[in-house]
Each structure stands twice: as C-alpha cells, then as structure tokens.
C-alpha cells in the first residue's frame, strides 16, 4: 500500500482548485475584501466612539453581537460532530463530504468568538479574563469550552490532511517547502496508516463529548440568569439541536457550492445531499419539538412575566421574528426534506439556507424579547440594529466565506486518501461486514 | 436603606444629589431618549393591585445590595463582588463591559457607558473628587457612596474615636427633604433602619427572587 503508486491522474479533479486559480475566484475575492474592509471600518468606528453606535440600551443590553456568537458557534456544530458521528457509524457515503464539514468547524469558531470580543465594551482588557478568571461564570465556561473543542476540531481536521499534504508534496506545485512541512514525513507505511487511524478514531471519540458541552454552555449563558424565559432546562438540549440543526444546513450549502465550482459532481452526488436531507429533516422535526415543548410548558405556567414575553414574540413586537422563525425553521424546508423528488442537491439548498436564515432569528428571539421585558418596570426602549451591527455581520459572513475559499486553494477539500480507501478497501469490507449482521451466511 | 414611601413625595432630589455626588456623566435628552441615561439612583412607576383597587406610586430604586445577588456570580473577571461591608461593589477598571451583569440583574440597576462620560465644561470644575471618573465601555452602579464611608473611617480614626453611624450616610438620604430615607446597620438590631425593616409596612422588590436585597420599602399597602 504505497501511496506513491497512485497517479495524479486519478482524482485529477480534486487537485485543480489547488492548480490552477480562475478569474471568477479573484472577482469574488475582491468583492468580499471590499465586505470585510467596510465592517472593518464599522468595527473602528464602534471601537473608538463606544458600542453607543450601536442600536444596544438598556435594558436591551444583548443584541446582534451576542445572537452572531450563538448562531456561529451554532454553525460549529457541522463539521466536526457530523463528521465523527459518521466516522465513527462507519458511513461509507461519508469519505467525500468529511473534509468540507471539517472546515466549517475549525473557521467558524473564530468568528463565534470574535463576536463576542467585539460585544465586549473594553475589548483592551480581555485577558483579565485569564487574569481574574471566576469560574463560577458561565462566560468562563464557555472560554474553556470553546478553547478545547477549537483545539480537538483543528487536530480533528488535520489528522486527515496529512496523507493529502503528503500527495501534495511529491506531486510538485507550488510550496513544496509548505507541504512539506506540513506532510509530518509521511510516507503511508503500514505503521503510519495505523496510528493515523488510532488517532483519528480517537479524536472522533473525544469530540462528540466537547461538541454537545460547547452548545450546553452557550446555553447556560441565558439559562443560569434568573431572567424570564431564559432560565430554562430545556435549554442545553435546545441548543445543542438548534446547533446540529444550523450546522448540517451550512453544510448542505457549503457542499452545493464546492460542487457547482469545482466541477466535483461526481464526488458530491445525489445521494449525499438526499442522506444529508434526511438527517436535516430529522432535526426539523426535533427542533419543532423542542421549540413546542418550551413554548407550551411557558404558556400553561402561565406566569405574568413569563406571559408578557410569550405575547410579545407571538403577537407583539416580536411577532416578525418569531413567526419568521417558524417559516424559515419549520414551514419551508419541512416539506422540501419530506420528499424524495425534492430532497435533490437544490431542493436541499434552498431549505438549507431557509434553516440558516431562521436559526439567526431563533437565536436573536430567544435574546432579545426577554432583555426587552425586564422584572421591574421601565421606560419602554425598543432595540433595532444599526448599521454597525449589520455592517459587522457582513463583515464576518464575508471573512467566513474567503477563508474557507483560500482552503480550497490550499488542501484538497475532498479527502483523497479517504476517497481512494473507499475504493480500494471499503467495497470488501462492508462485504465482510454484512456477512457477520446475517443470519445463514456461515460466518464462524 | 429604608425608603418610606408614604412620606416619599417624588421630588427626585435624591436622584440630583446621587448625580452630582457620583460624577454621573450627562447625556443629553436625544441619547437619553435611547435608554442611555445613567442613574446610580431613579424614580420608576410601581403599580400595585388591579383595576379598580389599583395604586400607582414612584419608587425610588438605588442598587438593591442584595445578599445574594445574581449580578456577582455571573462576571467573568471578578469585577462585581460583595465586599466586607456587604456592599455589591463594582471595579471599573477591571471590568470589560460584557454587561452580563447587567443582563442577570432582575432589578436592572447597573448601567452601561455607551459612550465616554462627558460634562458641559463648566460642570468639570466641580466633580467630585472622591469619585472616580468611569471610562467608556465600562459596567457602574450604585455603591451607597462607598467612598464617603471610607472617608469618615478616615476621619474617626484621625479623632481617635469610633465609627458611628450617624458619621456615613449616602448622597441620596442626605439629601431627601421629606426625611423619606434611612440609612444605618440592619446586622444592629437597635438601629432604626433595623427596627423599620420589622415593620408591618416593610417589603422588599422582588422578594419572591431570594436574592435577599438590603433595601426595604415601607407603604401602608392597598
């Protein structure tokens, strides 16, 4: 099993994005630079005047910065979980859609937290976070958390890489010195091969736990305050569905996109995007029923603070958001994913970004209306984002998207090795694997 | 602190002093129609009962000092905490604004510099000198003037005597003209504040919360 037998020619097309840099891809870069510089310049501007800029008062302390780092940390929860559930689950149709999922994760994060560093009034001081850490803080948890769900979802998609950076580096190119840096000395030995896969499995394991407690902390930001509608038990596994929930649609977007630009039909086919569908209808399902389960159990309390929140998303001033929520989350992609005719590379598209749009609400009507209803009662301010807020936000969907495309020029965004093995190696072993699931097939 | 309502008349020269003694920046009525306003103390409407056995009144609100306060637990750097008075205290140089205090307080008494302080400039001549300047970006709040308390330790140690009660009173009680607020040790079960606090009349906001606030209200009720 030496890697060095293969050709370039195979798999040829998953090395173009690396080889050759269109014209289409400058443009877009230009355009989201051109995105970026402007929340830049919007983000200067609130550093220097005061988040006043901003459409925050009080008692609407929360708004958009805090929703972005639920939402983006929601979206965390594509690649690295989906990933090691399917790793792990030894889902064949996994090895061309792992990498892509991967990505999303590692970049993502930052951008959850860089939202909450620029939500922060002295963002001078944030190591005093290090220096006077209170761990009996939720915000601490969350730190610590989401520095070690970073850490494993790096070394979680750099354990793949490895073989690949290897093929990158004998094949010649651009940055030979880069790759092989990065490449370790591999030389897909037997040995090799078998520690890659201990670790890999390994990392899979330890993720899953780190992953559902990043999403159970950024709950319990809202759920340990004794504030109305946020003190909730339900909402660690609330999150941590809207989490998976979001992150599978970004990934279904991801996909689709990579797909069209990169010619990779023949990678990401159909069946992919129809076996995605079925999980993300899955958690359509589990997000209404959690979303039904909060909202009844508020409603038959029945207390009055709890009630003046309650109101105010369903015929209130939230009504919007709320009922927009609903459409995006629940209504729209609901009978899209139903369907086998619909649940095609497209169909799953639009519920993708359908589910994206409507998790942001979700994230923004859960902070919002009850910072909007304090306990005792107050001069009335409504809360609108300004155009720092929303410049910011572009800003950072922009960045997002830029350094995922510069990872696609840098490293295969469909794992080679992952894809080869499957070829060569997996076709006998499910073989042998269905053997022993049936009965009279004389296995031992 | 006692405040009694019944003897309360709205007047908010509470609410003038605890500006002027606290170096409370001004922002203007266009910002302040935002819900930028900053009072360390404020009158806010209290409705009691429903219609047609329905009371309205003002309350004056300083920071309740809870004994359990659930702004404290919640800041990531320690910079809320009960000090060895028991006074909720707030250190604004250490803070870095991520108002999640303010969010977790169910009486939203702490207060957010949206902007860098700023005074006409012929306010600057007379701030108060005891009070430090808070910097934009920064969580404040109410401290029932901690920095007179320090000053009148000062003072009795320089006499050589002991601190009395009636040598540190906030800002606030100092200034009510209709003698509606007390001040004193509620641990001193002599203390008039102590004896107020056992009235019949005494209640506190949210009480049903257990975060076991150190401002009592007294009102004769419905």
């Given at each position: 099993?030496?890697e060095?037998?293969?050709?370039?020619?195979e798999d040829?097309i998953?090395?173009?994005?690396i080889?050759?840099?269109?014209?289409?891809?400058?443009?877009?870069?230009?355009?989201?630079?051109?995105?970026?510089?402007?929340?830049?310049?919007?983000?200067?501007?609130?550093?220097?005047?005061?988040l006043?800029i901003?459409?925050?008062?009080?008692?609407?302390?929360?708004?958009?910065?805090?929703t972005n780092?639920?939402?983006?940390?929601?979206?965390?929860h594509a690649?690295?979980?989906?990933?090691?559930?399917?790793?792990?689950?030894k889902?064949?149709w996994?090895?061309s859609?792992?990498?892509?999922?991967e990505?999303?994760?590692?970049?993502?994060?930052?951008?959850?937290?860089?939202?909450?560093?620029?939500?922060?009034?002295?963002?001078?001081?944030?190591f005093?976070?290090i220096?006077?850490?209170?761990?009996?803080?939720?915000?601490?948890?969350?730190?610590?958390?989401?520095?070690?769900?970073?850490?494993?979802s790096?070394?979680?998609?750099?354990?793949?890489?490895?073989?690949?950076?290897?093929?990158?580096?004998?094949?010649?190119?651009k940055?030979?010195?880069?790759?092989?840096?990065?490449a370790?000395?591999?030389?897909?030995?037997?040995?090799?091969?078998?520690?890659?896969?201990?670790?890999?499995?390994?990392?899979a394991i330890?993720?899953i736990p780190?992953a559902?407690?990043v999403?159970?902390?950024?709950?319990?930001?809202f759920?340990?305050?004794?504030?109305?509608?946020w003190?909730s038990?339900?909402?660690g596994?609330?999150f941590?569905?809207?989490?998976?929930?979001?992150?599978?649609?970004?990934?279904?977007v991801?996909m689709n996109l990579?797909?069209?630009?990169?010619?990779l039909?023949?990678y990401?086919?159909?069946?992919?995007f129809?076996?995605?569908?079925?999980?993300?209808?899955?958690?359509?399902l589990?997000?209404?029923?959690?979303?039904?389960?909060?909202?009844?159990?508020?409603?038959?309390?029945?207390?009055?603070l709890h009630?003046?929140?309650?109101?105010?998303?369903?015929?209130g001033?939230?009504?919007p958001?709320?009922?927009?929520?609903?459409?995006?989350?629940?209504?729209?992609?609901?009978?899209?994913?139903s369907?086998?005719k619909?649940?095609t590379?497209?169909?799953?598209?639009?519920?993708?970004?359908?589910?994206?749009?409507?998790?942001?609400?979700?994230?923004?009507?859960?902070?919002v209306?009850?910072?909007?209803?304090?306990?005792?009662?107050?001069?009335?301010?409504s809360?609108?984002?300004?155009?720092?807020?929303?410049?910011?936000l572009a800003?950072?969907i922009?960045?997002?998207?830029?350094?995922?495309?510069i990872f696609?020029?840098?490293?295969?965004?469909?794992?080679?090795w992952?894809?080869?093995?499957?070829?060569?190696?997996s076709?006998?072993?499910v073989?042998?694997?269905?053997?022993?699931y049936?009965?009279?097939?004389?296995?031992? | 602190?006692?405040?009694?309502?019944?003897?309360?008349?709205?007047?908010q020269?509470?609410?003038?002093?605890c500006?002027?003694?606290?170096n409370?920046?001004?922002?203007?009525?266009?910002?302040?129609?935002?819900?930028?306003?900053?009072?360390?103390?404020?009158?806010i409407?209290y409705?009691?009962g429903e219609?047609?056995h329905?009371?309205?009144?003002?309350?004056?609100?300083?920071c309740?000092?809870?004994?359990?306060?659930p702004?404290?637990?919640v800041?990531?750097?320690?910079?809320?905490?009960?000090?060895?008075?028991g006074?909720?205290?707030?250190?604004?140089?250490?803070?870095?604004?991520?108002?999640?205090?303010?969010?977790?307080?169910p009486?939203?008494?702490?207060?957010?510099?949206?902007?860098?302080?700023?005074?006409?400039?012929?306010m600057?001549?007379?701030?108060?000198?005891?009070?430090s300047i808070?910097?934009?970006?920064?969580?404040e709040?109410?401290?029932?003037?901690?920095?007179?308390?320090?000053?009148?330790?000062?003072?009795a140690k320089?006499?050589?005597?002991?601190?009395?009660?009636?040598?540190?009173?906030?800002?606030?009680v100092?200034?009510?003209?209709s003698?509606?607020?007390?001040?004193?040790?509620?641990n001193?079960?002599?203390?008039?504040?102590?004896?107020l606090?056992?009235?019949?009349?005494?209640?506190?906001l949210?009480?049903?919360?257990?975060?076991?606030?150190?401002?009592?209200?007294?009102?004769?009720g419905?």
């Amino acid at each position: 099993m030496e890697e060095k037998h293969f050709n370039l020619e195979e798999d040829a097309i998953l090395f173009e994005p690396i080889r050759k840099t269109g014209k289409t891809f400058y443009i877009t870069l230009c355009i989201l630079v051109a995105i970026i510089l402007w929340g830049a310049y919007a983000y200067v501007n609130q550093y220097r005047q005061g988040l006043g800029i901003t459409g925050l008062a009080r008692p609407i302390f929360w708004g958009v910065y805090i929703t972005n780092f639920v939402f983006f940390i929601g979206i965390s929860h594509a690649g690295t979980l989906i990933s090691a559930i399917l790793r792990l689950a030894k889902a064949e149709w996994r090895r061309s859609i792992t990498r892509s999922a991967e990505v999303i994760t590692v970049l993502v994060l930052f951008f959850g937290v860089g939202n909450i560093l620029m939500d922060l009034g002295r963002p001078d001081r944030m190591f005093n976070i290090i220096q006077f850490a209170q761990f009996k803080s939720p915000l601490l948890w969350d730190v610590s958390s989401i520095s070690i769900y970073l850490t494993a979802s790096s070394v979680y998609l750099y354990l793949p890489l490895i073989p690949d950076i290897a093929l990158l580096r004998d094949h010649g190119g651009k940055w030979q010195w880069f790759y092989r840096i990065f490449a370790l000395g591999w030389q897909g030995t037997e040995r090799q091969h078998h520690l890659l896969e201990k670790g890999i499995a390994f990392m899979a394991i330890l993720v899953i736990p780190v992953a559902v407690s990043v999403h159970t902390v950024v709950s319990f930001v809202f759920a340990m305050t004794i504030q109305p509608m946020w003190h909730s038990a339900i909402f660690g596994p609330y999150f941590v569905a809207g989490a998976i929930f979001s992150g599978i649609a970004a990934l279904i977007v991801a996909m689709n996109l990579i797909r069209k630009v990169y010619h990779l039909e023949d990678y990401l086919r159909p069946v992919h995007f129809n076996n995605l569908g079925i999980l993300l209808l899955v958690m359509t399902l589990l997000w209404f029923y959690f979303t039904f389960t909060e909202y009844l159990t508020v409603y038959y309390g029945g207390e009055p603070l709890h009630m003046a929140i309650f109101w105010s998303k369903f015929t209130g001033r939230f009504a919007p958001y709320f009922w927009g929520m609903f459409l995006f989350c629940f209504i729209i992609p609901l009978p899209i994913l139903s369907f086998r005719k619909t649940r095609t590379p497209k169909g799953t598209l639009i519920a993708s970004l359908s589910v994206i749009i409507g998790m942001w609400l979700e994230r923004f009507v859960i902070v919002v209306p009850t910072l909007t209803n304090p306990r005792v009662p107050d001069e009335v301010v409504s809360y609108f984002p300004t155009w720092v807020e929303w410049s910011i936000l572009a800003g950072c969907i922009s960045f997002f998207i830029l350094l995922y495309m510069i990872f696609t020029k840098v490293f295969p965004i469909v794992s080679i090795w992952e894809v080869r093995e499957g070829r060569e190696k997996s076709m006998a072993e499910v073989r042998e694997r269905i053997r022993t699931y049936l009965p009279g097939i004389g296995v031992e | 602190m006692v405040i009694d309502l019944d003897r309360c008349s709205g007047c908010q020269a509470c609410v003038a002093a605890c500006q002027a003694e606290n170096n409370i920046a001004l922002i203007g009525p266009e910002e302040s129609a935002k819900g930028r306003t900053i009072h360390w103390i404020e009158l806010i409407p209290y409705i009691e009962g429903e219609y047609p056995h329905i009371k309205a009144r003002l309350l004056p609100r300083p920071c309740m000092h809870c004994d359990h306060p659930p702004c404290t637990t919640v800041c990531p750097v320690n910079a809320t905490y009960i000090n060895e008075e028991g006074l909720v205290a707030q250190i604004n140089h250490r803070c870095i604004g991520c108002r999640y205090c303010t969010t977790a307080c169910p009486y939203t008494v702490k207060y957010f510099n949206w902007y860098p302080p700023e005074w006409p400039k012929e306010m600057k001549g007379s701030l108060n000198r005891d009070v430090s300047i808070r910097t934009k970006g920064v969580v404040e709040k109410c401290t029932f003037c901690h920095h007179r308390l320090l000053r009148a330790r000062e003072k009795a140690k320089v006499e050589g005597r002991d601190l009395l009660p009636e040598d540190y009173i906030p800002a606030c009680v100092q200034a009510c003209p209709s003698g509606a607020m007390y001040f004193g040790d509620l641990n001193d079960p002599f203390s008039t504040v102590s004896r107020l606090s056992r009235e019949k009349r005494a209640f506190r906001l949210l009480e049903d919360l257990g975060t076991e606030p150190k401002v009592f209200y007294l009102s004769e009720g419905m």
